[in-house]
Structure formats: C-alpha cells, structure tokens
C-alpha cells in the first residue's frame, strides 16, 4: 500500500483573533469550503475543517491581515471522511445605530473608517456605523453637518444614492 493511501495532508490552522478582520476572503477563495462564516445574534464566526483542506495556503496568502497560520498536518486517510470543526473564530458585527441591524464586522468597519481618515482626511465615524441601507436613505436626505461630510462629497454620494434610490 502506497504512503498515500494510508495518510493525507491538511494543515493545522489557526487565526489570529487580535488580527482577523472578518473580511471573509480566506472563505472566498478557499477551493474546497474547508473555511465556512456564519452569522448568528451579532457574530460571524469563521470555522475551519482539517478533513476538508488541501493545504493548498490559498487562503494564508489572501489575507490582508496575515492572520492565518498554516502548517502541514498528516493525519489516517479515514479520517478524511470526518467533518470535524477544527478551529474557530467569533468577530462581532457592527449594529447599525439608526435600525438595529447586525451589518458588517466591527473591525472591518472601524479599518476602512481609519483608512478613510488617514487617505482623505475625512472623519465619517458618524456615517461608517449605519447599514447600507440606512447611509444610503441619510445621504438621500442630506445632513453634512452631523456626518462631518464637505458639501462636495455630500452632493456626489446623494447623486449616487438617488440613482440607487431610482433603480429600486
Ligand atoms: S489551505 Fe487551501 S484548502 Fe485549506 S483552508 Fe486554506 S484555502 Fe482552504
Ligand atoms: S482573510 Fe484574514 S482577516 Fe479576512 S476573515 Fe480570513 S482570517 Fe480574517
């Protein structure tokens, strides 16, 4: 019997807590479904399945936080046909201070309101904690003030937003 049929190569993966974004990419590109995101009661939880990966570091190399490590693990061929939970990740989702719904990871959404910041020199942290659904309907309306926008960047997202509005 070849060492192939009695072993089979997976990784022992983890995230790193203090680093993980909740981006979802490492589950995007992952070819077999090995990395799964769930949301339930304001938290996404990322999963890993040891039985399902082919080491393939697909998804260490995506991350924009480098927050996976991965190492070659051997393990029975047999147990290729288990479907346990390896490693798992809870992120909490941003609440959108205007409706109440779970919307997007917390740290992802406080990233890109600092990117924001220090790129352009614009503070949205007022705007950046409401739902898609919610900033487009404020922009529609228009309050510059409260979000701290220019009347430049209010007048381009309002158009934006009408034209989204129109094709609803
Ligand atoms: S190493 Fe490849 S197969 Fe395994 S979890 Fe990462 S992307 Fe998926
Ligand atoms: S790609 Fe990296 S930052 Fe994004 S969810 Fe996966 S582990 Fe977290």
Avoid: W
Avoid at 44 to 55: N, Q, R, V
Avoid at 90 to 108: D, H, K, T, V, Y
Avoid at 114 to 135: A, F, H, T, W
């Amino acid at each position: 019997m070849s060492p192939s049929a009695i072993l089979r190569v997976g990784s022992n993966l983890s995230f790193d807590s203090a680093k993980c974004i909740g981006c979802e990419s490492c589950a995007i590109v992952c070819p077999r479904g090995a990395i799964q995101i769930t949301k339930d009661q304001g938290f996404e939880t990322i999963s890993y399945t040891f039985a399902l990966c082919l080491y393939c570091r697909r998804c260490s190399f995506t991350c924009p936080e480098d927050a996976i490590k991965l190492t070659a693990a051997l393990e029975p061929a047999g147990f290729s046909t288990s479907v346990r939970v390896e490693e798992k990740l809870q992120i909490e989702l941003q609440i959108c201070e205007r409706c109440g719904s779970a919307f997007a990871p917390r740290p992802m959404v406080r990233k890109i309101e600092n990117l924001i910041r220090e790129k352009r020199g614009i503070d949205l942290s007022s705007l950046i904690v409401l739902c898609p659904q919610c900033r487009t309907r404020i922009l529609a309306e228009g309050s510059p003030g409260r979000f701290g926008l220019s009347q430049a960047l209010l007048s381009q997202s309002q158009q934006v937003a009408q034209s989204h509005e129109a094709k609803q």
